[in-house]
């Protein structure tokens, strides 16, 4: 058992008869068996309230502009698509595990959850507004998150291991400054593919924020699987993936 795989009382394999099979232990039942099933029914839920509440408006509102004989704006390219889905995939694997990541390393569950919120959303809300000035091409923080991303995954817990004895406040403080420094760069590349995209046309952008969205929502659940099933190394190896993926699909120029 190590701390990248805390769930080492999680051996039911959701996909497998034995998950389904009735016992007459309810903490073998109602903790072990069904909290295996509720991840994968939890992602079905995801993507069915997805689509009803982010995508189906999109289309439906599509399908009014073009029956009022309005232009509808064109549609994702198919790289455009993967690269929002990408962005919500991969801060989602950067979110969900430092938060379990910190708890253990600060002591409580809340402690982690507050510093990571709080801290990831003012982080790339600065990028943000860093790029407002600034006109990168999107794939340069797309390769700065990953590179971040892949040093956090080797690093972070021999990192974090060695300073464990340090004062609260020095604690926080390096929690702090982890979430920080890869959620400036997270914040970037949003930005500059929305903003690409408004020069084309804003039924784009709609369809930018709605995919986004919904790749951000289905992807708490993908990666609270890896998670659960593979480890915070997996997980957090899957957003450097995205990262990745975002950045070769962004290295053409969208005119």
């Given at each position: 058992?190590?701390?990248?795989?805390?769930?080492?009382?999680?051996?039911?394999?959701?996909?497998?008869?034995?998950?389904?099979?009735?016992?007459?232990?309810?903490?073998?039942?109602?903790?072990?068996?069904?909290?295996?099933?509720?991840?994968?029914?939890?992602?079905?839920?995801?993507?069915?309230?997805?689509?009803?509440?982010?995508?189906?408006?999109?289309?439906a509102?599509?399908?009014?502009?073009?029956?009022?004989?309005?232009?509808?704006?064109?549609?994702?390219?198919?790289?455009?698509?993967?690269?929002?889905?990408?962005?919500?995939?991969?801060f989602?694997?950067?979110?969900?595990?430092?938060?379990q990541?910190?708890?253990?390393?600060?002591?409580?569950?809340?402690?982690?959850?507050?510093?990571?919120?709080?801290?990831?959303?003012?982080?790339?809300?600065?990028?943000?507004?860093?790029?407002?000035?600034?006109?990168?091409?999107?794939?340069?923080?797309?390769?700065?998150?990953?590179?971040?991303?892949?040093?956090?995954?080797?690093?972070?817990?021999?990192?974090?291991?060695?300073?464990?004895?340090?004062?609260?406040?020095?604690?926080f403080?390096i929690?702090?400054?982890?979430?920080?420094?890869?959620?400036?760069?997270?914040?970037?590349?949003?930005?500059?593919?929305?903003?690409?995209?408004?020069?084309?046309?804003?039924?784009?952008?709609?369809?930018?924020?709605?995919?986004?969205?919904?790749?951000?929502?289905?992807?708490?659940?993908?990666?609270?699987?890896?998670?659960?099933?593979?480890?915070?190394?997996?997980?957090?190896?899957?957003?450097?993936l995205s990262?990745?993926?975002?950045?070769?699909?962004?290295?053409?120029?969208?005119?």
């Amino acid at each position: 058992v190590t701390d990248a795989s805390p769930y080492l009382f999680q051996f039911y394999n959701p996909l497998h008869r034995t998950a389904y099979q009735q016992s007459k232990d309810w903490a073998t039942v109602n903790i072990y068996q069904w909290s295996a099933v509720t991840l994968l029914v939890a992602l079905g839920a995801s993507i069915i309230a997805s689509f009803l509440a982010i995508l189906a408006p999109l289309i439906a509102s599509r399908g009014v502009d073009e029956g009022a004989g309005a232009s509808s704006g064109r549609p994702l390219r198919l790289r455009e698509f993967v690269y929002f889905s990408g962005l919500g995939l991969g801060f989602m694997a950067l979110e969900i595990p430092i938060i379990q990541i910190l708890s253990m390393y600060l002591g409580h569950p809340t402690y982690g959850f507050a510093v990571v919120l709080v801290a990831l959303l003012l982080a790339s809300g600065l990028g943000s507004f860093i790029v407002d000035r600034l006109d990168p091409p999107p794939w340069v923080p797309c390769a700065v998150v990953a590179v971040f991303l892949a040093v956090v995954t080797a690093g972070v817990f021999p990192f974090l291991h060695a300073t464990l004895d340090l004062p609260d406040p020095a604690r926080f403080a390096i929690g702090i400054g982890i979430v920080v420094v890869c959620g400036i760069p997270m914040g970037m590349p949003l930005a500059l593919g929305v903003r690409r995209l408004g020069r084309r046309s804003e039924r784009s952008v709609a369809w930018a924020w709605g995919v986004n969205g919904a790749a951000s929502v289905i992807g708490s659940c993908v990666v609270m699987i890896a998670m659960v099933f593979a480890g915070s190394h997996a997980a957090l190896s899957l957003g450097a993936l995205s990262y990745v993926t975002a950045a070769m699909t962004a290295r053409t120029d969208w005119r």
